[in-house]
């Protein structure tokens, strides 16, 4: 039968259906080697396609889910570094680490330390973040207040710690120029305006008619201390013959010194201890060595001293005279010889009252510096 059906179609039928028989066998090979539901692949298709956007979208919101937690993250770590900043601020800002504790001044001799507190008008306990940022002002005002320092620098540290340190230019004294009092300053400066009347405070300088004598004496005056400069009364600039530079001190204590100008500053350093071994007022001379004595022996040891050496002198004239006049009459042997006598006793006396007022005054203290 079936054969018959294939003799019956002609040639064009029958090409078509074996074309269609091969196709159907290639289809169920193929559908023998993967699966035996023909639908399969369509199936694995679209189970391939829903695993895919499942994982996908676990991957997605895995991710967003982890970008969320790390944006949670660093907003609490941004909040909490914030609010510790805050509280570590107003920690700070309460504390006394943040207040002014300790200062130090320096470069100051004349100017007291209290005073140069006062005028810079920081205090203690002051809060060091607004005060770091008004050193200049500090500054200025110590500058404006204290017309004897001619430059400050005010450094605060964030310690707490005030560090000033300033150079002086400060009032040493009057001098006398065409009897008129006038101010000068450390650096030998004269002040133009006239003072009607010194104050008590500062030493008087006389003779000092040359600026460059007056500068050079004033450096070396500023390195005195302070102790012995405030017992200064008046310097007189007073060059002798053999000494041109020579200077004389009046002190608040009644004593007077001498000295040189290259020297007495490092020698008046032991002026208060000179002054303390004094037992009465007198002169201090520096010039050479160190050695002081009464006001009164120098007119009276000058004269006796004079009197025993003119003495001594007539009395060897007079020996010298007897042994080569041995012819002379012995009225004018005797007669020498009782001047003599009387020569010798006026020295004697002399010298006895010498010692006794050396011995009553305690002279020649003698002490050696150089």
Not at 330 to 348: K, L, P, V, W, Y
């Amino acid at each position: 039968m079936k054969k018959k059906k294939d003799e019956e179609l002609t040639p064009w039928a029958k090409y078509q259906k074996e074309h269609n028989a091969n196709s159907r066998s290639r289809f169920k090979r193929k559908r023998k080697a993967t699966s035996k539901n023909p639908r399969e692949p369509q199936a694995s298709f679209r189970r391939n396609n829903r695993n895919k956007v499942k994982k996908s979208n676990k991957k997605g919101t895995k991710r967003i889910v982890k970008e969320q937690r790390l944006s949670r993250q660093k907003l609490g770590i941004l909040i909490g570094s914030t609010l510790i900043v805050i509280a570590l601020f107003f920690g700070y800002f309460y504390s006394s680490i943040s207040r002014v504790q300790k200062f130090s001044v320096s470069g100051n001799k004349r100017v007291s330390t209290a005073k140069i507190l006062k005028n810079v008008s920081i205090k203690k306990n002051d809060v060091i973040l607004t005060s770091v940022f008004k050193e200049g002002k500090f500054e200025n005002n110590l500058l404006k207040k204290n017309t004897d320092i001619k430059d400050a620098t005010v450094s605060i540290s964030w310690s707490g710690k005030v560090k000033i340190k300033v150079k002086e230019n400060a009032v040493m004294g009057y001098v006398i120029r065409n009897k008129t009092y006038y101010t000068v300053k450390q650096d030998g400066s004269v002040v133009r305006k006239s003072v009607s009347q010194p104050s008590s405070d500062y030493p008087i300088f006389r003779n000092f008619q040359e600026n460059s004598t007056l500068k050079k004496f004033l450096k070396e005056y500023a390195q005195m201390p302070n102790s012995v400069q405030n017992d200064v009364a008046e310097v007189d600039f007073s060059p002798t013959k053999n000494v041109k530079d020579r200077l004389h001190f009046f002190m608040n204590d009644g004593n007077q010194v001498h000295a040189i100008m290259s020297t007495f500053a490092k020698k008046m350093k032991y002026y208060p201890e000179i002054s303390a071994s004094m037992k009465e007022r007198g002169m201090v001379d520096l010039q050479v060595g160190a050695f002081s004595r009464p006001s009164g022996w120098t007119d009276e040891a000058k004269a006796a001293s004079e009197s025993s050496k003119s003495a001594e002198s007539s009395s060897k004239a007079k020996k010298q005279e007897k042994t080569t006049q041995n012819s002379e009459s012995t009225d004018s042997t005797s007669g020498s010889a009782d001047s003599t006598e009387t020569i010798n006793s006026a020295s004697s006396q002399s010298k006895e009252d010498l010692e006794s007022s050396n011995a009553e005054s305690t002279v020649n203290t003698q002490q050696d510096i150089d």
